[in-house]
């Protein structure tokens, strides 16, 4: 069955950066895009972007642009979501999820705590 | 940037009852792009309807999602236990993807 595992929870000073990891079972990694939504605590959900897992292609939302980068691992199956210049705004739950097929997220990994703090 | 707005924020029923969530865009969303999501506190999102009617694998079909253009809804028949949770409604008809702020379903 598809799963969607992430890393543990990060504490960061602010100005540092984060590393989040994303390992996919169950499926053909390279098939589906995917997505990394985060969550601040007690708000929404935010949409940060996608990656193509076959060619690496990425479209990144206007407000992480220049901050983020998003990679891939084919051979381990495996997403990554680095965040740079953290602040105390970027604490957040964050969350990588497989694209259905259509724009939409089919399945989440279980989110990675990221908490900025001096 | 396409902004949703869902309405109620909050929504207090019983079990059994029905639930009516709104889910309003800024600007048409074409081909009914629009998804609706369920989470659980300390959970992840997890996907109930793309497409703005099509249910995913798995998901009863006490839930059924409606609407075009700028208004969708998403409503619950029957209202079970599990069931009380925030629902995000989200387009994917163009870049950046948005969600909506949430409605909370509470007993």
């Known amino acids: 069955q598809v799963q969607v595992v992430q890393s543990g929870a990060e504490v960061k000073e602010p100005g540092a950066s984060v590393k989040v990891s994303c390992k996919a079972t169950?499926?053909?990694?390279?098939?589906?895009?995917i997505h990394w939504v985060r969550q601040a605590p007690g708000q929404g959900l935010e949409w940060m972007g996608w990656?193509?897992?076959?060619?690496?292609?990425?479209n990144y939302a206007q407000k992480f642009r220049g901050r983020v980068t998003m990679t891939r691992d084919t051979y381990i199956s495996t997403a990554f979501m680095e965040l740079r210049g953290l602040t105390s705004d970027d604490t957040s739950v964050y969350f990588c999820?497989?694209?259905?097929?259509?724009?939409?997220?089919?399945?989440w990994g279980q989110g990675t705590l990221v908490t900025v703090s001096s | 940037e396409i902004l949703l707005t869902q309405i109620p924020g909050t929504l207090s029923l019983s079990p059994g009852e029905r639930a009516t969530l709104s889910c309003r865009a800024s600007?048409?969303?074409?081909?009914?792009?629009l998804a609706w999501y369920q989470q659980k506190p300390g959970q992840a999102p997890s996907l109930l309807i793309y497409?703005?009617?099509t249910r995913a694998t798995g998901i009863p079909d006490r839930f059924s999602g409606s609407g075009s253009g700028t208004d969708f809804t998403l409503t619950i028949s029957r209202l079970e236990p599990e069931d009380f949770a925030v629902y995000y409604c989200?387009?994917?008809?163009?870049?950046?993807?948005?969600f909506g702020g949430g409605t909370r379903v509470e007993i």
């Open positions: 990656m193509n897992s076959k060619s690496g292609d990425t």
């Open positions: 497409g703005a009617s």
């Open positions: 169950g499926y053909t990694f390279t098939d589906h895009y």
């Open positions: 600007q048409s969303i074409r081909r009914n792009y």
């Open positions: 999820a497989r694209d259905g097929g259509g724009w939409w997220s089919d399945y």
């Open positions: 989200q387009q994917y008809d163009s870049s950046p993807l948005t």
